[in-house]
């Protein structure tokens, strides 16, 4: 069975930082377009960040100059890093791997989620 288990969700002030992670298994996350989405209560789910299978970063708004996506292959870990973190950040983040790259052939496999919270 296909896992994505996020984990790093925590409570921190604003300006703190947090480090997310992914951990894979069944598949090889290099065989995989991977991003991270967040949604927050009432609001829409937003996509963040996403790196592709050829290592290609790609931000959603400016959220490039404070977020980092990041993959470990040989551990099987999709990350983000998340600095200088601000109200509107908080919410629950999810991991995402899509075998065709956001083509919209099926629907890409999915964690449960991890909290942020920023106060």
């Known amino acids: 069975q296909v896992q994505l288990v996020e984990s790093g969700g925590d409570t921190v002030q604003a300006g703190g930082t947090l480090s997310l992670s992914c951990v894979a298994s069944v598949i090889s996350l290099s065989s995989y377009c991977l991003a991270w989405f967040r949604q927050a209560p009432g609001k829409e789910r937003e996509g963040v960040a996403v790196i592709d299978r050829d290592g290609t970063l790609s931000y959603t708004g400016s959220l490039k100059d404070r977020f980092t996506i990041s993959k470990d292959v040989a551990q099987n870990i999709l990350y983000l890093q998340m600095n200088n973190l601000q109200p509107e950040d908080a919410g629950t983040y999810y991991c995402?791997?899509?075998?065709?790259?956001?083509?919209?052939?099926?629907?890409?496999?999915w964690g449960q989620g991890t909290q942020v919270t920023v106060s």
């Open positions: 995402v791997a899509d075998p065709n790259c956001w083509a919209g052939v099926v629907f890409p496999y």
